[in-house]
Structure formats: structure tokens, C-alpha cells
């Protein structure tokens, strides 16, 4: 059995209050942040959906630079103590480019797929799908071979999944037509583990596992992500759960602060951030310039 994590006040210390910062150009890098706030009830999170510059998948590196930089420096300013891009096209630029060293650790979400898509796959064969930049940047491809070289690797590009997502169509039938003529060609190369390599995608997991059917695995690195902040930030990361004996703190009072900031207005996007972070309750939306 895994050790149980020990918590700041057993461990006599203050616990780290600063939020944790999460990014992506709208609503993917919800699911996300649900994992982590559902996995994590002691941290506070600050979420920035850039739904003004949406979608990124299809811009060049150089432009997703810009705008991750300042993503950055926006949680910057809401005084993180370590961010997560929650969004693939902009973790490619993270994996591949250099960015501007910070005074908190960048989390990317390629490493954690990949190592989540590796452990899973018995045969070595495995999809990713992801958007034009993903696809384009070839960072699961690289990160999958270089922890199992002898491992096969067939990628699509699926950019009509987005729109769909923002819209809130997860479950209709032209989704599931889509995604189907998107995944045909991976199920032909027998792939027994289909990484979803864009946040936006765990919100249509149900109708991607209809397609890909029971015998192909389908990893999203939501957990992974979780299990690596508490690994690396272990001294900033209240871990969680406690056991019912450990003595009451000011912390298991406080609720969980959830604060959401998009770059344009979108009436959409409150609706299904509210729906896909059910049964969590979001503190505030509020709309912000860079
Ligand atoms: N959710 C983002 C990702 O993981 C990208 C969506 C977009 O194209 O803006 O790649």
C-alpha cells in the first residue's frame, strides 16, 4: 500500500496558502483543474481561460510563446506557487522553446501522458490525438519513445473537437460522427492505448471510449499531473486525505477558493465550466485583460 502523505500541521509547519495557477485557451483545462481541486480540497486554485485567443492549436510556436508568457505572468501576479498548463498545444512550447525562467515551478502536461500512456500500454502501440500544434510538435511521440524506444506511435490531429467542446455538444450525435472519422485511422494500426493529448478532449471521454470500444485504454494526464505536483511541490502541496484523527486545523474550515478569469466575455463558456466542475463550486468569474 502506498504511504499516506503526512500533512503540513502534522508535520508542525504552516501550510502554504498561495493558490495553485492553471491555464488554458478556454474550458479543456477544466478537467484539469477538477482533478487536481477534487484530489487536492485544501489547495485554492486560479484558473485563466484565454477564451479572447482561442483556439490555440492552430497558431505557430512563436505566438503560443506570447501568449504563454503572458498567461504566466498574469498567475505571476495572482502570486502562484506553481502553475499548470493545462493545455497541450501551449505545453508543446514548454517541452520544445525556452521559456522565461520563474520564481515557481512550471508544470507541462506532455511528461505526465506519456509516462501514464506508457505504463498502460501492453502492446507499445499507441494513438495520440491533439490539435494541429500537438500533432505538429511531436512531443508525445519523442517523450513515448524515449521512455520505451521500441514503442509505435501514430498521432491525428482533430481540430474540429474544440469548437465542439466550447459549445457544449459533448454528447450528440455529430460529435460522435466526428470523432469517429477522426479515430478510424489509429483503430486500423491496432493501438491498445489512445492518449487524449488536448484538455479539451476528457469531456467527450464518453463517446471517444464508444468509438474506440473496451479494448483500448484512454489516458488523460489529469492524474498524473496531480500525482507529479504532490511528488515535486510535496512541501507546498497540502496533501490529502488526512485521517479522521488528525486534530482539526483553520484550514479544514476555510472552503476551497475557486477563482475563474477569461480573457472575452462568453456566456458558453460559464455554462459549461459550471457543468463540467460539477460538484465543485466555482468563488468567482470575473473578466480580465492581459
Ligand atoms: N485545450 C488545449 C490543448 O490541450 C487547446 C485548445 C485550443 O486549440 O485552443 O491543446
Redesign the pocket.
Known sequence: MAARPISHAEKGQMPDLRPIGLF??????LTILKKLATLLPHENFVYLG?TAR??????SPETIVKYLEQNLDFLERHQVKSAVV??????TVVVDQRIKARAFPVFD?ILPGSEAAVRASESGRIGII?????VRADSYQRAILKLNPMAKVFSMAC?LL?PLVEEGWEDDPLTNLVIYRYISPLLKENIDTLVL?????PALKTSIAKVVGPHVQLIDSSQSIAEILLREGESMIEPTPRPPSAAKSELDLTPQKISISITDKSEAFVEVARRLLYPLIVSSFEQVDL
Request: aromatic residues 6%; contains cysteine.
Open positions: 488554458d485557451s478556454g474550458v479543456g483545462g484565454d482561442l483556439p490555440y492549436g492552430s497558431k493545462a493545455c497541450n498545444s501551449a505545453s502536461v491533439g490539435t494541429r500544434a500537438t481540430p474544440v493529448g488536448c484538455t479539451h478532449y
